[in-house]
């Protein structure tokens, strides 16, 4: 990991530790150059060929739709559909590319100095000039690259969770958006603009080719968390735990729910919730569960761990299937847990923070203890997968040795 007093070009010259300081969930930050010399590595076709794939997740905003102002169709689509669009007013974006394209999911390591299970995905939005999605606010931590073209973008500050809408259309735009001053840029290919939650943003297409790249980052709800670690709670307890009034008294309005009874149930609720290890391991599942649960796909038989051991001792490679995601706890100075892609499995913990590692596994993984155990565990489970590049290269050395 890159050290946090480093400066980093990526973040304008500041360090790791400046940025997260100054900036994060604080203020933005307009990083010119932030990629030098970056080039796209796919095109505006090659975002609609995506979007006309049916586990792509895509979608299409027309300013004056077929049907009404800021219509919002899913894909998949299909040619007809885009050879019907104007020449302006619109904007085709596509979650998650960095699952299909590996160039694109190579610019994740370039964000190091985050944690990586708070990533989500790299969406790319393309429009023609002129196009946007309006004037909006999201509640996440998003960094916009602009990948070709130019975008203008402007900031209204942070207009607050009750601020009025457009009523009546498919999308949360803001009903006013007032710039806020130097706050206004045109950012070329490679600049970098950082946005913390809640702050209101418009950004339109000011040329033909213009794409943009959001890398944003996972922030599950107040409401969210609730449900989903009362609902984890709850499978470990059971329902032999009860409410209890061992200290009842005579009540002196036997249809009141008094205080007490209050106090009573609060009591319970705290201590069933307040399990700093049962949190943990909840936690770890919950932000590593995967964006989309039908990509990962399951062996179809059980890996053998000494299969494992032997193709990895022979030269072949493990990858991080795409999708895929990864954490790990320490537990003690000699296990942790490492958290897969929802699951959790008990390991090395040397083991684990390799498994965090972007790096192919190679036979250096089998350095640590249960390693091929763990391996062919995730292999199992479609968290990682065999490098079959590199399988076809040994296929074709072999054609030719014959």
């Known amino acids: 990991m890159t050290a946090a007093n480093t400066p980093r070009t990526l973040l304008g010259g500041l360090t790791p530790a400046q940025f997260l300081s100054r900036h994060w969930q604080k203020s933005p930050l307009l990083i010119r150059g932030a990629l030098p010399d970056f080039v796209s590595p796919l095109d505006p076709d090659d975002l609609a060929g995506l979007a006309c794939e049916p586990e792509v997740e895509s979608r299409l905003v027309e300013e004056q739709g077929p049907d009404k102002a800021w219509q919002v169709s ?10 019907r669009l104007p020449e302006s007013g619109w904007s085709l974006l596509v979650q998650a590319v960095d699952h299909y394209v590996p160039e694109v999911a190579a610019l994740l390591a370039q964000f190091d100095f985050l944690p990586q299970w708070r990533l989500d995905d790299i969406m790319v939005s393309y429009a023609p000039s002129g196009g946007s999605v309006g004037p909006h606010v999201d509640q996440y931590d998003v960094f916009l690259l602009q990948a070709s073209g130019r975008r203008h973008w402007q900031l209204g500050g942070k207009p607050g969770d009750d601020a009025p809408l457009i009523a009546g259309i498919d999308l949360r735009i803001l009903d006013t958006f007032e710039v806020q001053p130097d706050q206004d840029w045109v950012l070329e290919p490679g600049d970098m603009l950082y946005l913390p939650p809640g702050v209101a943003h418009h950004g339109v297409s000011a040329s033909d080719d ?15 968390t609730v449900t989903a670690f009362a609902d984890y709670i709850g499978e470990q307890l059971g329902d032999s735990q009860r409410y209890t009034d061992a200290d009842l008294q005579p009540p002196q309005h036997p249809g009141e729910l008094d205080d007490a009874a209050v ?19 909840w936690f770890g599942r919950a932000m590593t569960q995967p964006k989309y649960l039908d990509q990962l796909v399951p062996s179809d038989s059980p890996s053998d761990p000494a ?10 490679l ?26 959790a499995l008990d390991c090395d913990p040397a083991l684990a923070q390799r498994l965090c590692e972007a790096e192919p596994l ?17 292999l199992d489970a479609g968290s990682l997968c065999w490098d079959e590049d590199e399988e076809d290269d040994e296929d074709e050395e072999d054609d030719e040795d014959a």
Do not use: K, N, Y
């Not at 996972?218 to 409401?223: E, G, H, I, K, Q």
């Not at 299969?307 to 022979?314: F, H, I, K, S």
């Not at 249960?370 to 995730?378: C, D, I």
């Open 74 to 83: 899913q894909g998949p689509f299909d040619d007809a559909t885009f050879a």
């Open 210 to 224: 213009c794409m943009t790249f959001s890398i944003g980052f996972r922030a599950p709800s107040v409401d969210e």
């Open 263 to 281: 106090e009573r149930v609060r009591a319970l609720l705290l201590a069933a919730i307040d399990r700093p290890d049962q949190m943990a391991q």
């Open 307 to 316: 299969e494992v051991q032997a193709a990895l001792a022979a030269g072949e």
């Open 318 to 343: 493990l990858l991080h299937s795409p999708g895929s995601r990864f954490a790990w706890r320490g537990q003690t100075s000699t296990r942790a847990t490492l958290f897969a892609d929802g699951d």
């Open 362 to 378: 190679g036979q250096e993984s089998l350095d640590h203890p249960e390693a091929a155990v763990v391996l062919a565990a995730l």
